[in-house]
């Protein structure tokens, strides 16, 4: 069983900062990429950005310069480094890791449950 945990979201106001971390745990052989989206009810989920076991990242367009994907492969864990942050980032954010639970096993999509992030103005 593979599990994924949030932690650090809550309240800010609009300009302010928040760390997101999401930690895998269970059986794992290996972790590829790894990242965070975000959903709004009623809106379609997003990317906010992903990493690479090798350190390779991508943000969407309306997060780059403010936000800052990094990962600690041997705790098996991500971060999202949110700053200057906007009314129009509320959302609950989820972290995502492609991983294998074993050598032979294909890779697959593991989800964390999401945590709320409201940014008030």
Not at 19 to 39: E, H, K, P, T, V
Not at 65 to 91: H, W
Request: proline share 2%.
């Amino acid at each position: 069983q593979v599990q994924l945990v949030e932690s650090g979201g809550g309240l800010v106001q609009a300009g302010g900062s928040l760390r997101l971390s999401c930690a895998a745990s269970g059986i794992i052989f290996s972790i590829n990429a790894m990242g965070w989206y975000r959903q709004v009810p009623g809106k379609q989920r997003e990317l906010v950005a992903t990493i690479t076991k090798g350190g390779g990242t991508n943000y969407a367009d309306s997060v780059k310069g403010r936000f800052t994907i990094s990962r600690d492969n041997a705790k098996n864990t991500v971060y999202l480094q949110m700053n200057s942050l906007k009314p129009e980032d509320t959302a609950v954010y989820r972290c995502n890791a492609e991983l294998r639970i074993s050598s032979w096993s294909r890779l697959t999509d593991y989800w964390g449950q999401g945590t709320q992030v409201t940014v008030s103005s």
